[in-house]
């Protein structure tokens, strides 16, 4: 592997100690692989009020550092616990942290929500010059931690500790950019012409992603599919002219998946555990699942699981309208998780009009995910968008058949099942309508009804490997580039 690379992996979220969507879960296991490679890796989050993070084992490694923001200095703690294979540091400021979610609620996202993340990324790196903790690569998610890559090409510019420092930023999902106004810029000691040699419009505000594009060295997203939407008019959400200019640097590496955690075979979080070659076991696991969410129906119903956050992205809008047509082919649905009011509200309705058959959990629950992935017998993920989508990835793990809008990362790792050659891991619909939608759970269902084509179906997903070997290993190609970059290769 040659010399040991050093990264610092920075992060909003990161399971079990927060999460909103995919990015926690890649956040825990990526630096995990990274470290089995002999990379000496350390993750740093935001210290939220948290029982998981609370109940961590840590050390107090810096009392008091002084953060700039605007005119005044705000103070910083921080606190390092080891995971095993790395370190985690926690940054701590409770004005900012101790809420009760990560950017916002069901209403909208936090006000100051400009403020807090130019803390946390000038936090991250003040701390690292302070301790001259070593380090070769920082490796940024998202508009959260977009400004680090802007921040060591001006007011770090000129240390000697971050001079080799190589940054790429990843983009999960580019429809969230952390745009602010233009008065933003001071909270961050910057001014248009920090930014002028980079002429790309801004439209006068000061978007934190936008900005973290133009100065990163290194960009990549989470599936190919992905990558070759968003540099589209269509799919780029006003940021195609900035990928277009950088697309020589701008990658893809797919999301993995933990089989350490998503493992059926040892998973502890389910009620009976199963291997690929005798799947008995998981008709336990499903009536566990109807159980828990408290569903009147016999165990031979065909249940429908969806985890998700509650927004039109996900594909909401078209599930609630194909809703009646769904219940009226005798299924159960469970939904795990939260999201828009609006929605959370919509179904609430839905599941009194349909009780016993149609359980909600407003939510983020760890366990009822595993459960989900396990007990029931489709998964359906009928997003508008869906940059790389993990559930999918779990769900073939655990014998349970997906049914996806062919968008990004769904489109790329579910195969349709083909009546004629019987082929293929799920179903799959391209249009995003409700009309789609049915067709797709009704092809579904038709095979269900027949046993052995099921199981024929169950076991092409069974086969799939969708490690974090390979994907690691990807990761650490890029660092490697990323660092001959910086080299001016």
Known sequence: MGQKIRVIFVSAEVSPFAKSGELADVASSLPKYLASFGMDVSVFMPKYRRPEIE???????????????????VKAQ??????????IYFIENPKYFWRENIYGTGKGEYLDNDERFIFFNRAVLEFLWKTKMPVDVIHCNNWPTALIPVFLKTHYANRNHFKKVATILTLHNIAYQGEFPAEALSLAGLNWNDLSPRPLDFNGKFNFLRTGLLFSDILNTVSYSYRREILTMKHGFGLKDVL????????????????????????PYIVANYTPSDLRPKQECKKDLIQEFGLSLPPQT?????????????????????????????????????????????????????PGKISIKFELNPALVHKIAAGADIFLIPSLYEPC?????????????????????????????????????????????????????????????KPAVWKKIIKAGLKENFSWQGAARRYAKLYRSALEIRKGG
């Open 244 to 267: 277009e200019s950088r697309k020589n640097v701008f990658f893809s590496v797919r999301n993995g998946v933990d089989y350490e955690i998503w493992n059926p075979e040892t998973d």
């Open 78 to 87: 921080v606190y390092k616990s080891e995971l095993g294979r790395y370190n």
């Open 55 to 73: 109940s961590l084992p840590k050390e107090l490694v810096k009392t008091k550092i002084l953060i700039p923001i605007g005119e005044e200095k």
């Open 302 to 354: 065909a249940i429908i699981g969806v985890v998700s956050y509650l927004s039109s992205q996900k594909g909401f809008d078209i599930l609630i309208e194909a809703m009646d047509k769904i219940m009226d082919m005798d299924v159960g649905l469970v939904i795990l998780g939260k999201g828009d009011e609006k929605y959370e509200s919509e179904f609430l309705t839905i599941q009194d009009r349909y």
């Open 389 to 449: 989508g993990l559930n999918q990835l779990y769900s073939f793990r655990y014998g349970t058949v997906p049914v996806v809008r062919a968008t990004g990362g769904l489109g790329e790792t579910v195969k349709a099942y083909d009546t004629k050659t019987m082929r293929g891991n799920g179903f799959v619909f391209k249009e995003y309508s409700s009309q789609s939608l049915v067709k797709a759970l009704k092809k579904a269902l038709s095979c269900y009804a």
